[in-house]
């Protein structure tokens, strides 16, 4: 499979501290992806880095990239009660079929206030 | 609101139905994608369109079918369902035709609950 695989599965937080989450995948990409989902809810995207980039930041956020461990982190700084959802990550898979995506497990974030 | 609209919200049926879910994608994205997810499978993708033309498929059992009118909404057909067809059933869109180059956005989604 190429499913990215999040780890933990579950983290839990008290509110002001920095959660940080992990992503490996298993072959080659053109980008990797990060979205949020509230419970039963529709995903958001957050966050895009592409496999020539190793380091992206968007407001709390900052996402990092090693292609060579196929990895990827996402680090939320001084996380907020309302930052508590679970949070994926997607890959492209290059040299796949175009246009789909592969999602891990997802880590569920609970920010407690 | 990420712009992605879905009918219904909630789906209850029988083993052995047929339903039909819909998606209406953002002004201008040509790209949809279904997505199913689940508590044991996670969230799969089952099959993409991109202006009118299917553009690669996933999971998708043969007892599901897909399309894509000329007003970009879609359709996602759920027919001789079973108990293991609950899942949420998710449509995104985006601009691409590759869609794993850009961000997609996805609907809020559709329970489908099979009794």
């Known amino acids: 499979s190429q499913q990215g695989e999040e780890d933990p599965q579950a983290l839990s937080i008290q509110e002001g501290e920095n959660a940080t989450m992990n992503c490996s995948y298993k072959t080659s990409i053109n980008n990797l992806q990060w979205y949020r989902q509230n419970s039963g809810r529709g995903l958001v995207h957050l966050i895009l880095?592409?496999?020539?980039?190793r380091e992206k930041h968007s407001g709390r956020l900052r996402v990092t990239l090693d292609t060579s461990k196929k990895s990827s982190s996402l680090l939320i700084t001084a996380s907020r009660a309302a930052d508590t959802a679970s949070y994926f990550c997607?890959?492209?898979?290059?040299?796949?079929?175009?246009?789909?995506?592969?999602f891990g497990r997802g880590t569920q974030l609970t920010v407690w206030p | 609101d990420s712009g992605v609209t879905q009918t219904p919200k909630h789906l209850i049926t029988a083993t052995g139905q047929r339903v039909t879910l819909r998606c209406s994608p953002r002004s201008g994205d040509l790209s949809v994608y279904w997505y199913q997810q689940s508590l044991d499978q996670g969230l799969q993708f089952l099959i993409q369109y991109y202006n009118g033309e299917e553009r690669a498929k996933g999971n998708i059992l043969e007892r599901f079918s897909a399309q894509q009118f000329p007003d970009l909404h879609s359709e996602l057909n759920l027919s001789s369902l079973e108990l293991g067809d609950s899942a949420l059933y998710f449509c995104a869109s985006s601009v691409a035709r590759s869609g794993a180059l850009h961000e997609q956005y996805f609907g809020p989604g559709t329970r489908l609950t099979v009794t």
């Open positions: 880095i592409r496999s020539n980039e």
């Open positions: 997607a890959t492209d898979g290059r040299g796949s079929t175009l246009g789909r995506l592969y």
